[in-house]
């Protein structure tokens, strides 16, 4: 009987962890400052480990006590008194939830429009050599096992697409986010990045938001994506941590090292005869939509937003191409049950890769960096995407 007590108990302290991950996955993808959100995560730290304690001690010795007398869990369950049995019903949906989650993520495939697929793992400490440690406020995360903080993953994903033209057949993108400038990594970490990425053939570049958490390492931007140059344009958007600190600025720095700001905006690209309208999209956080109708009704589209939560919206204005971050492919995930943490409305749905939603394409790239330096399972990455035309 004690056995059965405890994986009820276990069922619980999983189902009450699910909610709280729940409320800091839908806060964080919501427009709330960081001066807010850090005391939601400072409760979300002290429930998780606290009410598994409570119940152990307080329902298995007090009252009811399982562990004293001996009651079946029905028996127990009609002794809880006042909001108890209302809580742990809660606590039996967030653990349906738990199990819904871990089954979409045995169960999702790569969506048939993707047709190719390379990957190269780069370890840029032993690459460079040199310590990429830095002097970011959480740098001692780098000695937890396991941490695959500078361990680069390269992506090369091939897409047919299709409404994209013949013409542009073998367009090729370079999909930068998330690269989190805090201290940790240091600078030659994204020195080191952005050397192999300008070898690469690609003919644009985007950068999807979330680039600053220090501001003193604004003066990174020039030696890092100033370096990147693409025949048809760099373009970028920014995220919510850049939000937290004086958007104008980062915005004129990343201008000034030669990339356009797409900020709720639509840029049309003439190339090989055929339109495209470029987009970008820093809602829920900054500004307002970029207006597609504004575009050739025949241009090929294509967004970039910094969350993925945008995709309901971009499917109603018929992007083809939808380009994100945010979510860093959980920045841990757990064997046999994926990511966990992802700050969005959809919690893991849209954590990292490929996923269709007739008539858009969603591409969620891991980013590079994160405010906290720690990736297990999730590796930073580096995405090159070559369209193909369907015909």
Same mark, same amino acid.
């Not at 409570?54 to 009811?64: E, T």
């Not at 700001?261 to 970029?290: C, F, H, M, N, Y």
């Not at 294509?302 to 939560?309: Q, V, Y």
């Not at 757990?334 to 954590?351: K, Q």
């Given at each position: 009987?004690?056995?059965?007590?405890?994986?009820?108990?276990?069922?619980?302290s999983?189902?009450? =962890?699910?909610l709280?991950?729940?409320?800091?996955?839908?806060?964080?993808?919501?427009?709330?400052? !960081? /001066?807010?959100?850090k005391?939601?995560?400072?409760?979300?730290?002290?429930?998780?480990?606290?009410?598994?304690l409570?119940?152990?001690?307080?329902? &298995?010795?007090?009252?009811?006590g399982v562990?004293?007398?001996?009651?079946?869990?029905?028996? *127990?369950?009609?002794?809880?008194? $006042?909001?108890?049995?209302?809580?742990?019903?809660?606590?039996l949906i967030?653990?349906?939830?738990?199990?819904w989650s871990? %089954?979409?993520?045995?169960?999702?495939?790569?969506p048939?429009?993707q047709? $190719?697929?390379?990957?190269e793992?780069?370890?840029v *400490? *032993?690459?460079? &050599?040199?310590?990429?440690?830095?002097?970011?406020?959480?740098?001692?995360?780098?000695?937890?096992?396991?941490?695959?903080?500078f361990t680069?993953?390269?992506? !090369? /994903?091939?897409?047919?697409?299709?409404?994209?033209?013949?013409?542009?057949?073998?367009?090729?993108?370079?999909?930068?986010?998330?690269?989190?400038?805090?201290?940790t990594?240091?600078?030659?970490?994204?020195? *080191?990045i952005?050397?192999?990425?300008a070898?690469?053939? #690609?003919?644009?570049?985007?950068?999807?938001?979330?680039?600053?958490?220090?501001?003193?390492?604004?003066?990174?931007?020039?030696?890092?994506?100033g =370096?990147?140059?693409a025949?048809?344009?760099q373009? #970028?958007?920014?995220?919510?941590? @850049?939000w937290?600190?004086?958007?104008?600025?980062? /915005?004129? !720095?990343?201008?000034?090292?030669?990339?356009r700001?797409?900020?709720?905006?639509?840029?049309?690209?003439?190339?090989? +005869?055929?339109?495209? %309208?470029?987009?970008?999209? !820093?809602?829920?956080?900054? +500004?307002?939509?970029?207006n597609?109708?504004? %575009?050739? =009704?025949?241009a090929?589209?294509?967004?970039?937003?910094?969350?993925?939560?945008?995709?309901?919206?971009?499917?109603?204005?018929?992007v083809?191409l939808?380009?994100a971050?945010h979510?860093? $492919?959980?920045?841990?995930?757990?064997? &046999?049950?994926?990511?966990?943490?992802?700050?969005?409305?959809?919690?893991?749905?849209?954590?990292?890769?490929?996923?269709?939603? @007739?008539?858009?394409?969603?591409?969620?790239?891991?980013?590079? &960096?994160?405010?906290?330096?720690l /990736?297990?399972?999730a590796?930073?990455?580096?995405?090159?995407?070559?369209?193909? %035309?369907?015909?």
């Open positions: 009987m004690i056995l059965l007590h405890l994986c009820w108990l276990l069922i619980l999983i189902g009450n =962890t699910e709280l991950v729940t409320l800091i996955n839908r806060t964080h993808a919501a427009p709330v400052h !960081e /001066r807010l959100l005391p939601i995560r400072h409760l979300h730290d002290v429930l998780i480990p606290l009410v598994p409570w119940i152990l001690v307080v329902v &298995g010795f007090f009252s009811p562990f004293v007398h001996e009651m079946s869990p029905r028996e *127990a369950w009609s002794q809880l008194k $006042g909001p108890v049995p209302y809580f742990f019903g809660l606590c967030g653990f349906a939830g738990f199990l871990v %089954a979409r993520y045995w169960l999702r495939r790569e048939r429009q047709i $190719g697929f390379r990957s793992t780069v370890d *400490a *032993a690459e460079t &050599g040199v310590s990429l440690a830095g002097h970011g406020t959480y740098r001692s995360l780098l000695r937890v096992p396991f941490n695959e903080c680069v993953e390269w992506t !090369e /994903r091939e897409l047919r697409l299709p409404r994209l033209p013949r013409e542009w057949d073998g367009l090729t993108l370079l999909h930068l986010s998330d690269w989190h400038f805090t201290g990594p240091d600078l030659p970490f994204y020195k *080191a952005c050397e192999r990425a070898k690469l053939d #690609f003919d644009i570049a985007v950068f999807t938001g979330d680039l600053i958490d220090d501001e003193a390492c604004l003066a990174w931007v020039l030696p890092t994506l =370096t990147i140059n025949p048809l344009g373009y #970028f958007i920014l995220g919510n941590h @850049d937290y600190h004086v958007v104008p600025t980062i /915005r004129q !720095e990343l201008t000034s090292a030669g990339w700001d797409l900020s709720g905006q639509i840029q049309v690209l003439d190339t090989a +005869g055929k339109k495209l %309208a470029l987009g970008g999209d !820093e809602r829920p956080w900054i +500004g307002k939509p970029p597609f109708n504004a %575009a050739p =009704t025949d090929f589209r294509m967004l970039l937003s910094h969350t993925p939560d945008n995709l309901t919206w971009a499917r109603r204005q018929g083809d939808m380009l971050g979510n860093h $492919g959980g920045q841990v995930s757990l064997p &046999g049950i994926g990511p966990v943490y992802a700050p969005s409305l959809h919690g893991t749905r849209f954590a990292g890769g490929l996923y269709w939603s @007739d008539p858009t394409l969603l591409c969620v790239s891991r980013g590079l &960096g994160g405010r906290h330096p /990736r297990i399972g590796r930073p990455e580096v995405c090159r995407i070559v369209l193909r %035309a369907a015909g």
